[in-house]
């Protein structure tokens, strides 16, 4: 193996002020999973209730009844709970600071001022005919107007359902159908990267798809002030919807299990699934992770990268962080815009603390050279984070060293959209640190490895990462197809949550997340993982991402394709070829050795920014057309260009 794995211990100042030091941690894990009706009740408690839940667990895994319910008779609405009770403590303190794409726009705005643009727009959207369980679509740039949608929403009791304003009309067509949305909100056009999207034409012709006649309204957001076409009766600015409004809009009691949002996931092993969150439960457990994970204290300016498209956006943008009263950077950019600088450079204007991003964008920043940084000093992080994707050790240390000046714990968080929130991730103040695991199990959440029989496998081992039993976060079906949810989720083995990921636990009990199960490659017989493979390529000083895929191969049954995108200052020789399947073979063994090396600019990825690895694969084993949904994908000529550079002739 090849882990000769730094430990990064954690610090004493740090435990010292942590919500959780180690004792702590181990004292609320155990009592968590000896008694979780009790651990969650206490729990609840972080919530304001309208009517306090007296039921609190009422969970089945068993594949002929899977029924997930958490503080079933509770009531409660998420706005409320996400703006009105700050009002009296901390009305004038930011509850989301807006950075625009351009640097020189940004906006703060209060809790109080929140809370009445809030108000406003759930006033509109009640004058426009949505009521409390119809469902919106949310087809958005990030901007407050964003949050002030979901929240307004959630304030009425209608779903939301967000779908990435990065995607194409059929997208946004699927999701309304499939969701029977009747209103749209969207902006003109959205700004990214100092390059406008035209968000309101691909609205229209969405609603040109056969079976979107559901949807009658759409609700536009002046953005940019672009050219649209406009539809009477159907378009409405939002600005005329909402300027008369009252700035008063009494919160709809809900119940916990009813539902809040829909979002699809990603889309990296196949075609999304839309996934159903609900209310108490969700809630309870976005704002618990959100504290501990990232250790939040009050005042402290905390930033998500990620996208509101994404469960990300959802539990850690928005419900989390205002959850807790928490200051939440909104940015509607990307991180390379105007310059590769841009991430520090917000990070040193607004003083964040914690910073919570992608191993993609990590990636991105290192194939620039540690000098990407140098327009900033980031003296005001405290703690980082990752999510999305297993972070490469090497880019661990990148993200330690260069962006976080050697003295932030790095959160690296595993989670899914059907999980709500984060599930295995160290709490800073509590475990140490190895760069590439994403170390320890969340309060109340029981992992296991099983093998294919799905018999649970003991001690330090490899296999298929399950859930014994339900948490409060945990997604209740896929809309409208429960068969679907059942399937996916429940039908592999017997009463566990699979979750379609492989991991090993080491001696301590960590957890490293080794990839997607089916990406797991068998060669002569060996079954390996693709994170460990594409840590080893990472880790050569020319490599700037990898992606490794089996193809059919005559005598090991599979043979090992890798793609590797090389640093900027990097030269694609067949002399690097041929040194870097020898540092593979050196590194993890002979069974690892590279059979093909192709070389990649760039890698299918999901909107989100994963690898498409299902891609990369039917290209390695020459089947170019029959490519599956590539609805996700990023930029789909990536693809053309790897089809035209393929390596087997
Ligand atoms: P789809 O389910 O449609 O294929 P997806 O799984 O990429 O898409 P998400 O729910 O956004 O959609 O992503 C969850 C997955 O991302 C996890 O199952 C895991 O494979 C990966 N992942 C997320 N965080 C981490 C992490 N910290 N370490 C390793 N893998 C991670
Ligand atoms: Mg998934």
Not at 14 to 27: L, M, T, V
Request: with cysteine; proline share 5%; charged share 25%.
């Amino acid at each position: 193996m090849s882990e000769q794995q730094n430990v990064y211990p954690v610090r004493d100042d740090f435990a010292a002020n942590a919500w959780a030091d180690q004792e702590k941690y181990q004292a609320m894990y155990q009592q968590s999973v000896d008694d979780p009706e009790g651990f969650w009740a206490d729990q609840a408690e972080r919530i304001n209730w309208i009517k306090k839940p007296t039921k609190i667990k009422h969970t089945s895994f068993d594949i002929n009844n899977v029924d997930i319910r958490w503080f079933e008779d509770g009531t409660l609405n998420v706005s409320a709970n996400c703006l009105d009770r700050h009002l009296e403590a901390r009305g004038d303190q930011p509850a989301i600071i807006w950075e625009g794409d351009d640097p020189n726009d940004s906006e703060t705005i209060t809790y109080r001022q929140l809370h009445e643009r809030t108000c406003k727009l759930a006033n509109a959207l009640k004058e426009m005919g949505v009521a409390k369980g119809d469902v919106v679509t949310l087809y958005m740039p990030m901007i407050p107007e964003a949050a002030v949608a979901m929240l307004a929403c959630a304030r009425i009791g209608a779903i939301h359902s967000v779908v990435f304003g990065g995607f194409s009309p059929d997208a946004v067509a699927q999701r309304v159908i499939g969701a029977d949305s009747k209103l749209v909100i969207t902006a003109d056009e959205s700004v990214r990267g100092g390059k406008h999207v035209p968000l309101k034409d691909n609205v229209d012709a969405a609603l040109t798809r056969p079976g979107t006649d559901v949807c009658t309204k759409v609700l536009v957001v002046k953005r940019t002030g672009g050219d649209v076409e406009w539809k009477d009766g159907r378009d409405v600015w939002y600005q005329d919807a909402v300027d008369h409004q009252s700035t008063d809009c009494v919160a709809e009691e809900m119940g916990a299990e009813d539902p809040l949002f829909i979002l699809y996931t990603s889309g990296s092993t196949g075609a999304p699934k839309g996934l159903k969150h609900t209310s108490g439960g969700y809630l309870t457990y976005a704002a618990m992770t959100h504290q501990y994970v990232f250790d939040y204290k009050e005042g402290e300016v905390y930033w998500c990268t990620a996208d509101v498209g994404w469960v990300t956006g959802h539990s850690y943008i928005i419900y989390g962080p205002l959850a807790n009263g928490g200051i939440t950077l909104m940015f509607e950019g990307v991180p390379s815009y105007p310059t590769h600088g841009r991430m520090g450079e917000i990070v040193d204007k607004h003083k964040v603390s914690i910073l919570y991003t992608a191993p993609t964008a990590v990636r991105a920043l290192m194939a620039h050279g540690d000098n990407v940084m140098d327009s900033s000093t980031r003296e005001s992080l405290r703690l980082l984070g990752s999510v999305g994707e297993p972070i490469n050790p090497e880019a661990w240390e990148w993200f330690y060293r260069v962006i976080g000046n050697e003295k932030c714990p790095i959160v690296d968080t595993w989670w899914q959209t059907e999980t709500g929130g984060i599930m295995i991730a160290p709490l800073p103040g509590a475990i140490d640190l190895k760069p590439g695991s994403a170390t320890m199990p969340f309060f109340g959440v029981v992992p296991a490895l099983v093998d294919n029989e799905g018999n649970e496998l003991q001690g330090a081992n490899d296999g298929n990462l399950v859930i014994m039993d339900s948490w409060p976060g945990q997604a209740r079906s896929i809309w409208n197809d429960h068969e679907r949810f059942v399937q996916t989720y429940f039908s592999t083995y017997k009463g566990m949550y699979f979750t379609g990921d492989g991991a090993r636990r080491d001696e301590d009990g960590y957890y490293w997340i080794t990839g997607r199960v089916d990406d797991v490659l068998n060669v002569s017989g060996h079954r390996m993982g693709t994170a460990e493979i594409e840590s080893s390529l990472v880790a050569h000083e020319a490599v700037a991402e990898a992606a490794v895929v089996g193809f059919p191969h005559d005598i090991k049954g599979q043979g090992i394709y890798i793609y590797v995108t090389l640093n900027d200052n990097a030269e694609p020789t067949d002399e690097l070829k041929k040194e870097l399947i020898k540092w593979v073979r050196k590194d993890i063994g002979p069974i690892a050795s590279p059979d093909i090396i192709q070389w990649a600019p760039g890698l299918p990825k999901t909107r989100s920014g994963k690898i498409m690895r299902r891609i990369l694969r039917k290209i390695a084993a020459n089947e170019c057309e029959g490519l599956g949904d590539t609805s996700t994908l990023a930029d789909p000529s990536v693809v053309d260009d790897l089809i035209e550079q393929r390596a087997i002739k």
